[in-house]
């Protein structure tokens, strides 16, 4: 029924973005093992490239990295049959593709060239949450093979015997699903394809079965493995933007919903309009403290919603790319089929699209509603604090002028303060400290969520409590040692702390 069966793979790696390195690495690895474990030690005749790339890995590294497309390296195995593996170069992706087509004497099929493919990338190895294949678009294994019989077409029509050997013969995904046999198409080239990859839409790795008539070897060459311009494959170019669109699928579903993301700014909103709800702002202290902390809790979100929305464009754009690419190489859907990989990958890229293009669209809108609401909070915060330091502003003019005042009455008057030559130094630096605290609890009314501001009233407070017992023991007899006048002050400074401690505290309940 088959023969000739062969293994082709295509493996997508990145060249840019933040795991561009330990993508890149891995890539060097599994060139390397192409020689050390399957041999490939020559390279390979009449191609132009050497068996590693031009420069090393290096150029394909950080910021300068080069561009350089088309075939970079190629490697084979000596001997009959072919054993070959070429590393191109497609825009920002670099594809490793080998080929294993052993001669019919060694007797090895699929199951057991995909067992030697297996002990150089393992099924899943990368591609499932290890850090080291986040960089990694996808692979994709190709199980080909040509049909025994000549003249005949292969037809992947479920009744036929050719889907039971397919199906007998295939190392499936253990995760495809049971009725993958009976999803073949036939394409424009004349050949049968089944897909025996898992069923899930952002799988990273792909099983596509080709077989093609029996004198068509050559085409199937052609379109699966290269080109006669030693040029990646039209069903490589294909897969390439298949992988490019599910890879773009694993990143939007690691990044989280972003209805939550919504639901968080709208929560935002919500809060920052009822702590704003008096007509000329929150009056309070407290209230504006609180109010003041809900609109910096809404800018926060807000720049959340800035990025998830443009990435989501982005996303938008680079999926609407790739199925355009998609349509153009696969070409009309064969014979209307509702299944098979080709109307699978268009399927997922319609629903991506506008999945993507709803969740920018209503992200934009939450993000209009946060610019809004912030803009008109921030007004009304910024009128209650200028109300709130002016009414500040006007008692402390009342204050400061009610002791000019009597500071000039006094100098006008000529009086005389009866006090005690010991007393008076004590008695201005109680002014000076009642005027420095008078100071910083201006400054703490005008910025109340500054933790800074309260530290200084209290220091202030405590100067003035020093000072006063430095007057009291001044008063009570200048007599009685620098010790007593150090003790008091102490004493004084803590019995101010206190005091401002408790006036905060009861400042806060209310």
Not at 18 to 31: G, I, K, P, Q, T
Not at 145 to 151: D, K, M, T
Not at 220 to 244: D, E, K, N, V
Not at 378 to 407: F, I, K, P
Request: aromatic share 6%.
């Amino acid at each position: 029924m088959l023969r000739a069966e062969a293994l082709g793979v295509h493996l997508f790696v990145l060249t840019g973005g933040a795991h561009r390195d330990s993508a890149l690495a891995l890539l060097a690895e599994v060139w390397n093992k192409c020689g050390t474990v399957l041999g490939m030690t020559e390279p390979v005749e009449r191609t132009g490239v050497a068996m590693q790339p031009q420069g090393g890995w290096e150029p394909f590294l950080g910021a300068t990295a080069t561009r350089t497309a088309g075939l970079l390296a190629a490697r084979k195995r000596p001997g009959t049959g072919v054993r070959q593996a070429a590393l191109r170069r497609e825009h920002d992706v670099l594809c490793l593709s080998v080929m294993l087509a052993p001669p019919p004497e060694e007797g090895l099929g699929w199951r057991d060239l995909d067992a030697q493919w297996s002990t150089v990338l393992p099924a899943g190895n990368v591609l499932e949450g290890q850090p080291r294949g986040r960089g990694v678009l996808g692979v994709a294994r190709l199980y080909l093979a040509r049909l025994a019989e000549p003249g005949v077409r292969p037809t992947p029509e479920p009744d036929r015997p050719l889907v039971a050997a397919v199906r007998a013969r295939t190392p499936a995904d253990p995760a495809a699903p049971d009725g993958w046999p009976y999803g073949g198409v036939t394409v424009s080239q004349g050949f049968a394809v089944w897909e025996a990859s898992a069923a899930r839409d952002a799988r990273p790795e792909r099983r596509l079965v080709v077989v093609a008539a029996h004198d068509h070897d050559r085409e199937l060459t052609a379109w699966t493995w290269t080109t006669r311009a030693h040029g990646l494959p039209p069903l490589g170019r294909y897969l390439l933007h298949a992988a490019r669109l599910r890879y773009q699928l694993r990143v939007w579903s690691a990044a989280g919903s972003a209805g939550r993301l919504r639901d968080a700014a709208d929560t935002a909103v919500t809060e920052l309009l009822e702590q704003t709800t008096a007509p000329h702002g929150p009056g309070r202290e407290a209230d504006l403290l609180w109010a003041t902390r809900a609109l910096v809790g809404l800018q926060a979100r807000e720049r959340g919603l800035v990025d998830r929305s443009t990435r989501s464009r982005e996303m938008a754009r680079t999926v609407e790319i790739a199925a355009a690419n998609l349509a153009a190489l696969s070409g009309p859907l064969p014979g209307d089929s509702p299944s098979g990989p080709f109307v699978d990958d268009r399927a997922l890229a319609e629903w991506f699209g506008r999945r993507l293009d709803d969740e920018a669209t209503y992200l934009e809108a939450a993000l209009r509603r946060c610019e809004q609401v912030g803009a008109f909070a921030d007004q009304l915060l910024q009128r209650a604090r200028q109300r709130r330091q002016e009414t500040v502003n006007l008692g402390l003019t009342g204050a400061v002028g009610a002791v000019l005042m009597s500071l000039t009455a006094i100098q006008a008057l000529q009086y005389t303060v009866p006090l005690p030559g010991p007393v008076k130094p004590a008695v201005v630096t109680v002014l000076g400290a009642l005027a420095l605290l008078v100071s910083l609890v201006v400054l703490r009314a005008v910025s109340p969520e500054r933790r800074w501001t309260a530290v200084l009233v209290r220091f202030g407070a405590a100067a003035v409590g020093a000072s006063l017992a430095w007057v009291t023991v001044s008063a009570a007899g200048g007599g009685l040692g620098a010790g007593w006048t150090w003790t008091g002050a102490a004493a004084g400074a803590i019995a101010g702390l206190a005091a401002a401690g408790a006036a905060a505290r009861r400042g806060g309940r209310e």
